[in-house]
């Protein structure tokens, strides 16, 4: 990570420009696939009223990275949550990462690395055993990233469009 990120705990403060990054992660995957990836327009104010309840949510984790400088900016985020066992995913009780965007100035920093490390510790001292997480077929940067830090493949999601 370029010594000039830090990787902190989101705050209040920090939802405007979070609800941006998620907006963002949303309006990726919808260009990716349309049919696949909702996109309901305005996406900011929904997410910022989510990840703000969130904030509160003792099992959530929502994390920042920001970039030093004159005025600090924020860079990027990760969100995930311990969630409950899941007999329709055959999943048991585990920590999930639901979002990791890092803006495109700051790629290839360390600020997605980061990111993630402080969400799946975060996430284990919540007692999860395990961390998973979904991504785009076509996000080949992102499947880098999670396998240079163990994660392993496990599903395939198809879709047919009727």
Known sequence: MSPSLTVRPAARADMPAVARFAAQLVRLHHALDPHRFMCLEPLEPGYERWLTGELANPGAAIVVAEQAGAEPELVGYAYGRREPRDW???????????????????????????????????????????????TATQNAAAHRLFERLGFRRTMIEMTLEL
């Open 88 to 134: 329709n995913s055959l999943l048991d009780t585990c920590g999930v990462l639901h979002d990791l965007y890092v803006a495109e100035p700051a790629r290839r920093l360390g600020a997605g690395a980061a990111l993630l490390e402080a969400t799946i510790a975060r996430l284990r001292a919540l007692g999860a055993p395990r961390v998973v997480l979904h």
